[in-house]
């Protein structure tokens, strides 16, 4: 199959490079690398930071890895960012995560991340790991499903949805994306079929991937890490990432670990979002370690 060229904008770059501002010496860690945007922008902005990239993802390290070679003093760790620490062993200047699926993960077909392109049902960010959402939708029991789509999709037919996809594997496996859209669409009164699907291909992709316990472990590492003085800014983009990020700020902030940078999280501009849609709900939150 023909490699696709891995599109990345990097989100509220200009936010991210003010905040973690990239000097000579610094040592900033990139928890989630994807195409390389950001660290591209510390890059050029100072040629002399240090930067240590995290993807799960091969083939977004392949992507960094071309669009930065021209770039040293950068070091490309596959791995989840909730095993920082196994990796990071000094303390560091600022740490970023942009949360979410990339453009890339859901404009292809073969990752199973989009509801508009028919695929296998697969959903790992990580192709090394077994587990997909095929073994959700066809193995869990109807109370297990209706518990992550109701509460990692937010989803008011989480129960209709799980029964109706039991009810279909009982006749045989259900495959692929366009399958499991048909069967919610299916299960479901007639307003709003797409926020639905969407939603649930949302719960399916954070219980493969165990994204909000994993963001949980990477979140508190990276604070121990973090030197005084240093920063932590996260890019959310749905309500489950921004409430962990927002409650975890806080409780470190009263507990004079942190000092809160952003009272409000910061938004997308028009411009930005009329370049890229797919940033609109993006909410950037600053911590600093004291």
């Known amino acids: 199959m023909e490699q696709r060229p891995y599109q990345h904008t990097p989100v509220m770059a200009k936010e991210v490079v003010e905040y973690l501002a990239p000097a000579p010496g610094k040592v900033l860690v990139d928890c989630t690398l994807g195409g390389g945007g950001h660290a591209e922008k510390f890059k050029s902005q100072n040629l002399k930071v240090k930067i240590i990239g995290f993807d799960q993802d091969v083939e977004a390290i392949a992507a960094a890895k071309t669009r930065l070679a021209k770039y040293d003093n950068i070091l490309y760790i596959h791995d989840n960012f909730a095993n920082i620490k196994k990796h990071v062993r000094e303390k560091v200047d600022g740490i970023l995560f942009d949360l979410g699926v990339s453009s890339y993960q859901i404009d292809a077909p073969d990752r199973g991340f989009s509801i508009r392109e028919n695929g296998p049902l697969d959903m790992r960010m990580d192709k090394s790991q077994e587990f997909s959402a095929f073994d959700i ?104 990432e921004d409430r962990i990020v927002k409650q975890l700020f806080r409780e470190e902030a009263k507990n004079g670990i942190l000092k809160i940078m952003t009272k409000k999280p910061l938004t997308v501009s028009a411009e930005e979002i009329e370049a890229n849609p797919r940033a609109r709900s993006a909410k950037l939150r600053v911590a600093e370690k004291l």
């Not at 299916?186 to 399916?204: D, N």
């Open 137 to 240: 939708v066809n193995t869990w029991s109807a109370d297990d499903l209706t518990r992550i789509i109701k509460e990692y999709g937010e989803e008011r037919f989480a129960r209709r949805i799980s029964n109706a996809i039991c009810v279909t594997r009982n006749a045989g496996e259900v495959k692929t994306t366009a399958e499991l859209k048909v069967i919610i669409e299916k299960a479901i009164p007639t307003w709003k079929k797409r926020e639905s699907v969407t939603r649930v291909f949302q719960a399916l992709r954070i219980a493969v991937n165990a994204e909000l316990d994993n963001l949980k472990k990477a979140l508190s590492d990276s604070i121990e890490l973090l030197k005084p003085g240093g920063r932590l800014v996260v890019i959310s983009y749905h309500s489950l």
